[in-house]
T-cell receptor
Framework: GENVEQHPSTLSVQEGDSAVIKCTYS??????FPWYKQELGKGPQLIID?????GEKKDQRIAVTLNKTAKHFSLHITETQPEDSAVYFC?????????????FGKGTHLIIQP | GAVVSQHPSWVICKSGTSVKIECRSL??????MFWYRQFPKQSLMLMAT?????????EQGVEKDKFLINHASLTLSTLTVTSAHPEDSSFYIC?????????FGPGTRLLVL
């Protein structure tokens, strides 16, 4: 089955700086890669996703890049703010995103230092 | 985004009892819903896929007789933890699919004493 590795497990950055979280996946058939933000005691919130037919997607301060050859994808957050502090999970799916369950990475605890 | 709700948000029960958790898609219909489990400070693990009108598909290692799933309508899936034991204590989260994207509910925290 699919295996998703995520690094780093903890990331501390100064407010205003950029944060980058990286994930690799094992199954070359995977073609859907979402990122979720989870705050303590709450369910995951989708922040951005990318499908295998594109290499990059951006939404305001958040961007995701995908390298299918190397089987890795990354989350980039620019101009970080205190409210960005949370646990971020990457995930991968073989299906188009809706028909198959997601395999998650272990998560990255992002800490924004004021 | 789409809205998914869960009820209850938390539940405490005695060992040996059964607990039912509801997952609803509030503003859309979902033929497919998923159930995940998350232990403290760990990632989400897929338990099963719930398809409206058919039997659920369980992941390897998940006991289908212990975790009963019913997806009776396009907006409701239920997970029943039968004969719960302390090791079943966890955060149970559902997701529903809308336009090829999974949206998650707020989760249900289960504590079995």
């Amino acid at each position: 089955g699919e295996n998703v590795e995520q690094h780093p497990s903890t990331l501390s950055v100064q407010e205003g700086d950029s944060a980058v979280i990286k994930c690799t996946y094992s199954d070359s058939a995977s073609n859907y890669f979402p990122w979720y933000k989870q705050e303590l005691g709450k369910g995951p919130q989708l922040i951005i996703d990318i499908r295998s037919n594109v290499g990059e997607k951006k939404d305001q301060r958040i961007a995701v890049t995908l390298n299918k050859t190397a089987k890795h994808f990354s989350l980039h957050i620019t101009e970080t703010q205190p409210e960005d502090s949370a646990v971020y999970f990457c995930a991968a799916s073989i299906g188009r995103g809706g028909a198959d369950g997601l395999t998650f990475g272990k998560g990255t605890h992002l800490i924004i230092q004021p | 985004g789409a809205v998914v709700s869960q009820h209850p948000s938390w539940v405490i029960c005695k060992s040996g009892t059964s607990v039912k958790i509801e997952c609803r898609s509030l503003d859309f219909q979902a033929t497919t819903m998923f159930w995940y489990r998350q232990f403290p400070k760990q990632s989400l693990m897929l338990m099963a896929t719930s398809n409206e009108g058919s039997k659920a598909t369980y992941e390897q290692g998940v006991e289908k007789d212990k975790f009963l799933i019913n997806h009776a309508s396009l907006t409701l899936s239920t997970l029943t933890v039968t004969s719960a034991h302390p090791e079943d204590s966890s955060f149970y989260i559902c997701s529903a699919t809308r336009e090829e994207t999974q949206y998650f509910g707020p989760g249900t925290r289960l504590l079995v004493l």
